[in-house]
């Protein structure tokens, strides 16, 4: 384990480690989901807690820059005062560098999108230990091939990223919550579609499925009705969410939407969204003792109904108890199965679920995760998604700038 | 020259050329101004011009899939009735292959994003003569590393583009233009900036400086001020833009605006935008019989109106003539040199000015080139923008893709 504090301290444990060909791993705050930061050749892992320094913060710009380590939250409190915020909210609280390379996501994606969208660029550390800057401050650039977003997602297996600059946004002069129940998932997602087809400018729409909003109702006392809920979030001047609301209680109606609950003052707008800060927890509790293995797939919004509804029978025909959690804008959802964690058959009725539902989600054209990455379990599936010739193309790429194999062994590309 | 009729016969043309390494150029519309077409090793023109099938409109997803020759103006023929709309506009009426092969944008980037972020997935030839595609049809995901990203922006030289899945935007409400004109550049772009991080969601913002507005005048008969002046586009509902507008209006007065001119109903906006529309013709007629060489230096907002200012005494101290027009919004802008196109002096004049200019837009922590590309012309500045370190990775990665180098060799990476 190594504690980095500067870029060029970085290049030095990567030249040593490339001398030697020793794995390295770097590691941000260990949140992601899907075994990216385990050692599974060995190696060095190289923590980058140390460098948390916020180097600046450019309003005009509508930009900062920091080093990999610094938290998001770190960097909500250093733009307090700036009227300007950092959109990408993936709930833990990440590295930027982390959330960088595992290229993550989150509730507001639908609309100020995923860290791809939010990276302007990187300095990273190449397999030869040269620091190299992706590209420049400018908003936009046709410089050359696309560095930035190659490292972006690349989960530790390109290289070190050690800074990065990234987008920031105006702080919406006001919000408002809403909740809606829905008879069914489908009237839930066709409302949101509707909404996004006509302009509504969502911030955030999730999807509780009645399952979720049992585990949410035994967990925080609450008496929701048990049906799919959305949860939205509006921003914009008071006039602007006003009418937002307006529509997207009309389109609601039509859907067949239950009570459309409302707030604009911000401890109504907490309480109101209360039951989705606590879902993933309330999940956990429905069985005590239990695990959760959470799934992540993502499929076009025309086919989410639909796959979400067949995802709900096949959990019902297996047995399972796997409550489900949508970021509906995005198509992408999320099943938490519940496991005995020293059962391993339920481990085994999991993996076989999991497995059964990318096949799924492929099918309707998606993808087998939409922001957890691919780390060490979605391996098996590169291939199912992208073809034989596709997995080829991003060997050839690792082969390109990790020709050793020393950065994060074993994750991403089955070699 | 071969037209190629479907992603099939460009394999087949592409293992034919990779068997005798034979070069090939890929082509849509020629609207490039890099000179990315030309075969300067000679080689094999792949025309997409018969490749213009609009494969699938989903209106549920928000997205379309065309075959690379398609044009902009033909999805846009498709889209009607739809109510959405494709955002990005280069002005050209160029292929959608040609715009993701060269990462396009434009006009409305400011609020819509380049060709970068409203690419979805992309079939690729890759020099094997594989059919690669490089993502699902989802919106986002995170499974393994983004070929989309690495294809947008490559200028034909790691693959052919045949066919691209592209986001498609809610045709807004209404939309509203307004003109008015500042003092100086800085204070246009600083009430362009103020709006930004005001939330103003401009949809377009688009700088003419005071020569522009001169050629405009001569060219369009108009009596504009002959003073830096820009040219807004608001969207949205009715009261949105008003409110838009209003704002707009306010921050303009503090810096100085002169008359902030508004139109509501179509022909009025598009009689308020004429000049702008214009403006490229009426700069190439200030001094008859000339052509342009036009640069595209792009730089952090907060350096924009400085570049600029330097870049015009620039101009002036070297005796040119070069109108400037600007996406202030990106940080874009577009010096338009007239030389005589026989004098050898006048053009070495323009070439020794955009070198000028790529160097102060590095300065500035800019780009060599916000959207033209690099092409042939902008090859000799990749390093100074990126570094040798930089340049290798990218050279390694043409490697990675296309071995042999038949992939519009001579073009973006000096070998």
Redesign the interface.
């Known amino acids: 384990m190594v504690f980095v504090q500067s870029t060029q301290e970085t290049a030095f444990v990567v030249r040593a480690c490339a001398e030697e060909r020793v794995p390295i791993i770097g590691f941000g705050t260990g949140s992601s989901v899907e075994g990216h930061v385990l050692a599974v050749h060995g190696g060095v892992c190289v923590d980058f807690s140390q460098m948390n320094k916020v180097l600046a913060i450019?309003?005009?710009?509508?930009?900062a820059t920091v080093e990999a380590g610094v938290t998001r939250h770190q960097l909500s409190a250093a733009l307090a005062g700036t009227?300007?915020f950092f959109s990408v909210d993936p709930g833990a609280d990440a590295s930027i560098g982390g959330m960088v390379a595992?290229?993550a996501?989150g509730t507001n994606?639908v609309r100020y999108?995923?860290m791809?969208?939010n990276v302007v660029n990187l300095t990273v550390v190449?397999a030869?230990g040269?620091?190299?800057?992706?590209?420049?401050?400018?908003?936009?650039?046709?410089?050359?091939?696309?560095?930035t977003?190659?490292y972006?997602?690349?989960e530790g297996t390109?290289g070190l990223i050690t800074e990065a600059s990234i987008r920031l946004h105006?702080?919406?002069?006001t919000a408002a919550a809403a909740v809606v129940n829905f008879p069914s998932v489908r009237a839930a997602v066709d409302s949101v579609?509707e909404a996004?087809?006509?302009?509504v400018p969502l911030a955030r729409a999730e999807l509780l499925d009645a399952l979720t909003i049992r585990a949410v109702n035994a967990h925080s006392r609450t008496s929701l009705f048990e049906r799919p809920t959305l949860f939205l979030e509006f921003v914009?001047?008071k006039?602007?969410i006003e009418?937002q609301a307006a529509l997207m209680r009309e389109i609601a109606d039509v859907h067949g939407g239950g009570s459309f609950e409302w707030a604009l003052h911000p401890e109504d707008r907490s309480r109101l969204w209360t039951p989705r800060h606590h879902a993933y927890f309330a999940c956990l509790q429905l069985r005590a003792g239990s695990r959760s293995i959470t799934t992540?797939a993502?499929?076009?919004?025309?086919e989410l109904s639909a796959c979400i509804d067949e995802t709900q029978a096949d959990i019902q025909a297996h047995g399972l108890l796997a409550p489900i959690l949508g970021h509906v804008g995005?198509?992408?959802f999320h099943c938490v199965v519940l496991i005995d964690p020293l059962d391993a058959a339920q481990y085994d009725a999991a993996e076989a679920f999991s497995r059964r539902l990318v096949a799924r989600?492929?099918r309707c054209?998606?993808?087998?995760?939409?922001?957890?990455?691919?780390g060490l379990h979605?391996m098996r599936?590169?291939q199912d998604?992208?073809?034989a010739?596709?997995?080829?193309?991003?060997r050839?790429?690792?082969?390109?700038?990790d020709p050793d194999d020393i950065f994060n062994p074993g994750k991403?590309?089955p070699v």
């Open positions: 450019r309003p005009s710009d509508l930009t009227g300007l595992t290229g996501s994606t999108g995923t791809r969208e190449t030869k040269d620091i190299v800057r992706t590209a420049s401050r400018a908003r936009k650039s046709s410089a050359g091939y696309n560095l977003q190659i972006c997602g690349s390109l105006p702080q919406p002069e579609i996004i087809q006509l302009g914009g001047s006039a602007q009418a992540d993502c499929v076009p919004l025309s995005d198509g992408n989600a492929l054209g998606g993808t087998s995760t939409g922001e957890h990455g691919v979605k599936y590169l998604e992208h073809g010739e596709g997995v080829a193309l991003m050839a790429l690792k082969h390109a700038l991403v590309i």
